[in-house]
């Protein structure tokens, strides 16, 4: 079984911080590839930032809107993905997704795979 979980939403100021927590619980599965989405209402989701990872090798992979601003990693002892989020504007609002999968190819993950496990999400909200 796959689970995932998100944490760490909330609110905060425009240009203020928040850091995301998605923890990956599985049996021998190997979740190598764990990506962040966003929905906002009344939009379409999104992908946020990718991340392949294996062993102590790592991959990540930025869309446009995170580029600069979001930084993607994971702690391999504890199976969780971050998503540190700094200068958060009004526009990054919206529920935060993780999602997990399991790819051969490192190339491959990206927010554009398909991923089999999804969390629950997690609300941020970003104002003025």
């Known amino acids: 079984a796959v689970s995932v979980e998100e944490s760490g939403g909330g609110s905060v100021q425009a240009g203020g911080s928040l850091r995301l927590s998605c923890t990956v619980s599985?049996?021998?599965?190997?979740?190598?590839?764990v990506a962040w989405f966003r929905q906002a209402p009344g939009k379409e989701r999104e992908g946020v930032a990718s991340l392949w990872s294996d062993g102590g090798t790592s991959w990540p992979f930025y869309r446009d809107s995170a580029k600069g601003r979001f930084s993607i990693s994971r702690d391999n002892a504890e199976n969780i993905v971050y998503l540190q989020m700094s200068s958060l504007k009004p526009e990054d609002s919206a529920t935060y997704f993780c999602?997990?999968?399991?790819?051969?190819?490192?190339?491959?993950?990206?927010?554009?795979?398909?991923?089999?496990?999804w969390g629950q999400g997690t609300q941020v909200s970003v104002s003025e």
């Open positions: 999602a997990a999968t399991k790819i051969n190819v490192r190339a491959g993950c990206t927010t554009g795979l398909h991923f089999f496990y």
């Open positions: 599985t049996d021998n599965y190997n979740a190598n590839c």
